[in-house]
């Protein structure tokens, strides 16, 4: 019995259950590249206020580079002032300006309330280098609506595999039935 708690605490123990926030969107945490961004930008120091129209206008910045190699699940807070029912895209880029993209809907924010929705994994670019992300591009895919959001922070995380989870209730049920045997 002793063998099997070790086992179940050791299993238990090296999951990889984590998330790494990639950035703020606030003042010192996140650059925008005003070159390469066509929304209207206002930063201060706990988010970032984009508008302007939801057809085609970009946001793109930098953050500390970061590692997310083992990690798939990209998460975006925000919350919306003018909330069209629109898509967009959100590429992370490696120093080498290769991609993986997602997508997203606008509407999923909420209106004045941070909001955090789970984004579509779309695709990775060829060379695409997890372990040096440094840059990210919001791409907005509208009719032309106005858009209005605040940007909180993005993070990403690994979503464990079935036969993790199971190895996880495994070792927690171990645990809790052999101190009861005792």
Known sequence: MKKMLLVACLTTASL???GITISGFGTGQFTVDDGLTSFTDLQSSTGLNISGSDLGNTLFGTFTPIDITGLSVLELTASVVTNPA???NF?????SF???T???NWNS???GVNTTISLNFLSTGA???PTDVQSLLITADGT???LNVILDEVEISAIPEPSTMTLLFLGAYALIFGRRKR
């Not at 590429?91 to 120093?95: A, G, H, P």
Request: charged content about 10%; proline content about 0%; overall charge negative.
């Open 98 to 100: 290769n991609t993986q």
């Open 144 to 146: 032309g609506d106005t």
């Open 109 to 111: 924010f909420g209106t």
């Open 91 to 95: 590429q992370l880029f490696d120093s």
């Open 102 to 104: 997602y997508s997203g």
């Open 16 to 18: 990889n259950l984590y």
């Open 127 to 129: 060379g695409f280098d």
């Open 86 to 88: 629109s898509n967009f």
